[in-house]
């Protein structure tokens, strides 16, 4: 086992790993920019290093200064969380020649899997379904003769994408040419390539993704699936495990196919297999997230385990648990993300101070987060602050436990996007899982908003 992890990330993922960290008898490092000076996750590590100004670009992103405190702190290892570095292939790179164990898959897999159109190719090679559609394609021309023959609707993704970014659906030929623009100006811009190509568009699908987890010795499992459909604009709201659409048969079709994959390719650490499903029970691969998610609580409490512990573990070439490898599910587990967010403004982002909070407990809540009464949040990063996780024997449990917990949850200082999810909770499409990637916004044009 490492003595020393040092961990380059910051808000309730940073705090996540020190915890699992100071549990395995791990001395953490914390690194932060100067708007985290006050963020609980410095507060608590066993050291911090300030690698920067508030701006993502003059810290978090910046691997020299990471590896810089690595070095003077002594750090055996470094755990990316998610975001930022997470799924970067040069950083991976850049660890190992450092002599520093990146807690993660190899460079290579990240590479192979982060680029989307290698990714499909590779699922395609190892007989997992996936949509009509190209390769990178090398302008807008040639993607809209691609687009007439595929036939629309198309989504034009970027090959470097993630988090929503760099993805237009297309409904029209005359609009095509623009949106190609549109998607690969902004992957450009978010990620340095604005290689995109085309996936026939499924309507109406689910969002389902699988946890997987592997290590060197062999030992190769799937962790059940998450159902992550409620999403505005590919921005996850709500996510749970199980999904209410999946059948046994789909379940353990869709399992073995993640499984094989990730046997494939060599898999080693965490990760996330994302498909969409149809109406008629068709999956279809759509990208492998090599790295922890931000929903992996919902697997933890119905799988009865825990993925950060397992992902240091494993890089420090331990077998992965027993109770790991035999895990079996158990109830039902809900997330709702708590945003400093208007949702009745256009989502628009609320940073400022929190003068009172109060965070809701009980049998089958947690609560993940950095922040605290009097802690400021920054305008500088993503807007999430907290996790709330709910657990109960069934999903009519889950769900009355989230009403309960959402109403109990105080606030003060900033808008949040709690009153919202009230509202999705105690929907009819909710209650009854009959919701799709489509619901949000269809309810929001309903609302007026």
């Not at 495990?241 to 494939?264: D, H, T």
């Not at 996780?389 to 808008?415: D, N």
Request: glycine share 8%; proline share 5%; net charge negative.
């Amino acid at each position: 086992m490492f003595s020393k992890v040092l961990v380059a990330n910051r808000g309730e993922i940073a705090l996540r790993i020190i915890r699992a960290c100071r549990e395995l008898g791990v001395t953490s490092v914390a690194v932060y920019s100067e708007a985290d000076v006050d963020s609980m996750h410095v507060q608590l590590a066993d050291e911090a290093v300030c690698i920067g100004g508030a701006a993502s670009r003059d810290s978090y992103l910046k691997p020299d200064r990471i590896l810089a405190a690595a070095e003077i702190t002594e750090a055996e290892a470094i755990h990316p969380g998610y975001g930022f570095l997470s799924e970067n292939a040069r950083f991976a790179e850049i660890c190992e020649s450092c002599n520093v164990k990146f807690i993660g898959p190899s460079a290579e897999v990240i590479r192979k899997m982060g680029d989307k159109d290698t990714a499909r190719r590779t699922a395609t090679e190892n007989k997992v379904p996936v949509t009509p559609g190209t390769g990178i394609l090398k302008d807008a021309q040639e993607g809209l003769a691609a687009a007439k023959k595929i036939g629309l609707p198309v989504m034009i993704k970027a090959t470097a994408g993630g988090g929503g970014r760099g993805m237009r659906p297309v409904f029209e030929e005359a609009e095509f040419v623009k949106m190609f623009q549109a998607a690969s100006a902004e992957a450009s811009a978010a990620f340095g390539n604005g290689d995109c190509y085309l996936e026939k568009l499924v309507l109406n699908p689910h969002h389902v993704e699988f946890q997987i987890i592997a290590d060197s010795h062999g030992n190769y499992v799937h962790l059940g699936e998450r159902d992550c459909s409620m999403q505005r604009r590919n921005q996850k709201i709500i996510e749970e495990c199980p999904s209410p659409l999946l059948s046994p048969e789909l379940r353990q079709r869709m399992g073995e196919a993640s499984v094989n994959l990730i046997k494939a390719i060599g898999y080693e650490n965490a990760g996330t297999i994302e498909y969409l499903v149809d109406e008629s029970e068709n999956f279809y691969f759509m990208e492998m997230n090599t790295r922890i998610q931000v929903e992996h609580p919902v697997t933890e409490e119905v799988m009865g385990c825990e993925l950060i512990k397992e992902q240091i573990r494993i890089a420090a070439g331990e077998e992965l648990s027993e109770h790991v490898r035999d895990a079996q599910p158990r109830g039902h587990s809900i997330e709702c993300r708590i945003n400093a967010e208007d949702p009745y403004q256009g989502f628009r982002p609320s940073p400022g101070t929190i003068d009172l909070w109060y965070a809701p407990g009980g049998k089958g809540v947690r609560v993940d987060t950095h922040v605290y009464s009097g802690y400021t949040v920054p305008p500088h990063y993503d807007s999430m602050i907290a996790k709330l996780i709910v657990t109960g024997t069934s999903r009519e449990v889950a769900i009355a436990r989230m009403k309960r917990a959402l109403g109990e949850f105080m606030i003060r200082g900033i808008k949040t996007t709690i009153p919202f999810q009230q509202e999705i909770i105690e929907h009819p499409d909710f209650i009854n899982g009959t919701y799709d990637i489509g619901w949000v916004g269809r309810f929001l044009e309903e609302k007026g908003l």
